[in-house]
C-alpha cells in the first residue's frame, strides 16, 4: 500500500544552519505531497505541498520539490531559526484523493533549533 | 469559531471505563477526519466523514471504537472499555471537500491516558 517515510528524529541545529528532513514515499501514479508543521501546543499546520512531478512547495522559507524518479519531497531550509523549532510531518494523498480522501503521514521529525 | 476545536484537551481514565471525545469542525467544511497519534509514531487514520455519504469507518482499530457526526458539524468518538494501548493524542481534522488534494485542518488534539 501507500506510504511515507521520513528520517529519524530528533534534529537539533544551531540557529541559521542549513536544514533538510529526508521524505520518501510509496505510491502508485502520482500522488499529491505535502508538508505538514505542528509548533508546540498546536494543531498540524500545512507548511507546503506539491501535485505533480517537479513541482516546487515553498513557504517561509522551507521548499521541497517534488522528485518523480527518486520517489522524494525532502524538505529543505536555508538558515533555520528558534521558531522553526517543530515536528514536521511529510504527507501523501494518492491520486484522486484515494477512496477515503484521507492522508498518509509520515512518524514526524522533531527539530530543535538552539539559538 | 476560526478553527477547528476538540474537548477536552486532556482526559486520564481508568481501563474498562468509556470515553468520548468532541470536534467542532471549521463551520462549512464538508470533510472530517479522526486520527490518532502514539507516542513516536505517524498519524493513524481512524474514520473519514463525507457530507451525507456513509462513514468510512476502515481505520478504526476494532469495535470498542465508534464515531458519530451530526450532518456536517460536530463529531464524537467514542471509545468503549478503555484499554492502556488506546493511550495517545486523538486528533480532529476539516476540510473544504472530502478529496485530500487540499488542505486539511487540524485541531489541537485530545490527549488521551487509560491507567
Known amino acids: 500500500g501507500d506510504s511515507v517515510t521520513q528520517m529519524e528524529g530528533p534534529v537539533t541545529l544551531s540557529e541559521e544552519a542549513f536544514l533538510t528532513i529526508n521524505c520518501t514515499y510509496t505510491?502508485?501514479?502520482?500522488?499529491?505531497l505535502f508538508w505538514y508543521v505542528q509548533y508546540p501546543g498546536e494543531g498540524l499546520q500545512l507548511l507546503l505541498k506539491?501535485?505533480?512531478?517537479?513541482d516546487k512547495g515553498s513557504n517561509k522559507g522551507f521548499e521541497a520539490t517534488y522528485r518523480k524518479e527518486t520517489t522524494s519531497f525532502h524538505l529543505e531550509k536555508g538558515s533555520v531559526q528558534v521558531s522553526d523549532s517543530a515536528v514536521y510531518f511529510c504527507?501523501?494523498?494518492?491520486?484522486?484523493?484515494?477512496?477515503?480522501?484521507?492522508?498518509?503521514f509520515g512518524k514526524g521529525t522533531k527539530l530543535s533549533v538552539k539559538p | 469559531g476560526a478553527g477547528v476545536s476538540q474537548s477536552p484537551s486532556n482526559k486520564v481514565t481508568e481501563k474498562g471505563k468509556d470515553v468520548e471525545l468532541r470536534c467542532d469542525p471549521i463551520?462549512?467544511?464538508?470533510?472530517l477526519y479522526w486520527y490518532r497519534q502514539r507516542l513516536g509514531q505517524g498519524l493513524e487514520f481512524l474514520i473519514y466523514?463525507?457530507?451525507?455519504?456513509?462513514?468510512?469507518k476502515s481505520g478504526l482499530p476494532s469495535d470498542r471504537f465508534s464515531a458519530e457526526r451530526t450532518g456536517e458539524s460536530v463529531s464524537t468518538l467514542t471509545i468503549q472499555r478503555t484499554q492502556q494501548e488506546d493511550s495517545a493524542v486523538y486528533l480532529c481534522?476539516?476540510?473544504?471537500?472530502?478529496?485530500?488534494?487540499?488542505?486539511?485542518?487540524f485541531g489541537e488534539g485530545s490527549r488521551l491516558t487509560v491507567l
Open positions: 463551520s462549512g467544511h464538508t470533510a
Open positions: 481534522a476539516s476540510s473544504w471537500k472530502g478529496r485530500a488534494g487540499g488542505e486539511l485542518f
Open positions: 505510491a502508485t501514479g502520482y500522488p499529491s
Open positions: 466523514f463525507q457530507g451525507n455519504s456513509a462513514p468510512d
Open positions: 504527507a501523501l494523498s494518492p491520486p484522486g484523493g484515494g477512496s477515503q480522501g484521507n492522508l498518509i
Open positions: 506539491a501535485t505533480k512531478a517537479d
